[in-house]
């Protein structure tokens, strides 16, 4: 049973900085890109940042120069490390990952729960 967990999400002022942890755990083959998404109340779901097997990023331009994605494949964990925080960010941040897992034909996509941040100012 393939699951992404999050963690690390809390209450943190405006300027501050959060580090938010997924680990992937399950009979995982392969784990190929990683993203952290986000979800404010009343707005869709957006894509914060990217990273690819080959660890290339890609941040939206919202979170640019305050953002860090990165990944550790023997720990199969992927972090967002968040600086410069806004009231703006507030948000449940997911993590989702592409994989290939035991007894599954080709490529699935996982969400985790996701993780509750908010900023205050």
């Known amino acids: 049973q393939v699951q992404l967990v999050e963690s690390g999400g809390g209450l943190v002022q405006s300027g501050g900085s959060l580090r938010l942890s997924c680990a992937a755990s399950g009979s995982i083959f392969s784990i190929y890109d990683m993203d952290w998404y986000r979800q404010a109340p009343g707005k869709q779901r957006e894509l914060v940042a990217h990273?690819?097997?080959?660890?290339?990023?890609n941040y939206a331009e919202s979170v640019k120069g305050r953002f860090t994605i990165s990944r550790d494949n023997a720990k199969k964990m992927v972090f967002l490390q968040m600086s410069s925080l806004k009231p703006e960010d507030t948000a449940v941040y997911y993590c989702?990952?592409?994989?290939?897992?035991?007894?599954?034909?080709?490529?699935?996509?996982?969400w985790g729960q996701g993780t509750q941040v908010t900023v205050y100012s």
């Open positions: 990273i690819t097997s080959g660890d290339s990023t």
């Open positions: 989702h990952a592409a994989l290939t897992a035991q007894g599954v034909i080709g490529v699935q996509y996982f």
